[in-house]
């Protein structure tokens, strides 16, 4: 079965650090990733994606995601936070073959990073 | 251009009483799909359209929930009637073509059941 893990519930970064929110999928044949992000009181916004091609996925917000088949991870990174970046963030995967399109959603983590 | 468009922001219903949600999707995207989003989780998908067709509602529960998509455009969720595990977030989406994968997310409407 298709699942996502996102195994830390809460992420608390320094601005100006570097920040990374994990993301781990199960999923048969060649994953398609995904990273969201939830500010309070609005809707999910689209981050960035994989599909193929370089492993190193860049997207909005100076976000960044690297994929690595191996470890069947998706990490989101930033090299420095902002406070404006404290939000929920999550991770879906879709099965390549899903005729049905269908994205997996990870529970999130929500981001806090401090002044 | 304007946003994905839910309403009510807010609904607080006793149980059994019946609630809609109403959706207005971004110009042009003919694919639209609700969610339903519990605290502390992920959305989980209720149904997907295409156009005026309905081609994913496999998780939707049938016996209390139903939705539709007059031509295509607008939507309506229906809970006929509401129980106190219906409390949650529900999301409206759309996107440009299904196979792409990027959502446009309304701001959801959240369900209280008293």
């Keep these: 079965a298709q699942s996502v893990a996102q195994p830390e519930d809460q992420v608390n970064v320094a601005e100006g650090n570097p920040l990374t929110v994990k993301c781990t999928y199960s999923v048969s044949g060649n994953p398609y990733l995904f990273w969201y992000v939830q500010y309070p009181n609005r809707g999910l916004q689209f981050l960035l994606k994989y599909i193929t091609g370089d492993n190193l996925v860049k997207g909005s917000y100076g976000f960044e995601a690297e994929f690595n088949k191996s470890q069947t991870s998706f990490h989101l990174k930033k090299p420095s936070a902002l406070v404006s970046d404290s939000a929920l963030y999550f991770c879906a995967v879709r099965a390549p073959m899903d005729s049905n399109y269908q994205l997996i959603w990870g529970a999130g983590t929500k981001l806090i990073i401090k002044p | ?114």
Excluded: M
Aim: proline share 5%; with cysteine.
């Design chain 2, 1 to 114: 251009e304007a946003g994905v468009v839910q309403s009510p922001r807010y609904k607080i219903i006793e149980k059994k009483q019946p609630v809609a949600f109403w959706c207005n999707p971004i110009s042009g995207h003919n694919t639209l799909y609700w969610y339903l989003q519990n605290l502390g989780q992920g959305p989980e998908l209720l149904i997907r359209y295409e156009n005026e067709e309905a081609v994913d509602d496999s998780q939707l529960p049938k016996d209390r929930f139903s939705a539709e998509r007059l031509k295509g455009v607008d939507s309506t969720l229906k809970i006929q009637p509401a129980e106190l595990g219906d409390s949650a977030v529900y999301l409206c989406a759309s996107s440009y073509r299904t196979s792409s994968g990027e959502l446009f997310f309304g701001e959801g409407s959240r369900l209280t059941v008293l």
